[in-house]
């Protein structure tokens, strides 16, 4: 069985996206579980309990603030990485406001971020 802590939570909505972090994030000792939209990922953290949400911020539907903004109202403490091709700062402001832990910029590197998570993860809180 993994451990809460060894678990991320991968949201976007480009499927692409989603299968790359995964396989980068399984070569680093992190599993990571899937959702095509907030909706889909606010089922699962009904359901699961994660170390690290890695979250789109624009996506069709429900953007990612806005799944931030639920996460938060359910009062999930779950920390969360905001995934963005866009350098909004207002955006990031009110994502920070919502207790985002990091905001990383695509294209980004796979493995490199990665290793972040993994760091990040394995971490002393």
Partial sequence: MTSVCNRALVVDDQKGVRQLLREALLIVGVTAELACDGQQALERL??????????????????????????RRRGD?????????????????????????QYVIKPFDVMDLAQKVNLWLRSPV
Avoid: I
């Fill in 77 to 101: 403490k779950t920390p969360v990485w905001m995934m963005t091709a866009y350098e909004e700062v207002k955006l990031y402001e009110e994502a920070q406001r919502l207790g985002a832990e």
């Fill in 46 to 71: 009904g359901q699961e309990s994660y170390g690290l949400v890695l979250l789109d911020m624009k996506m069709p539907g429900m953007s990612g603030l806005e799944v931030l903004t639920e996460m």
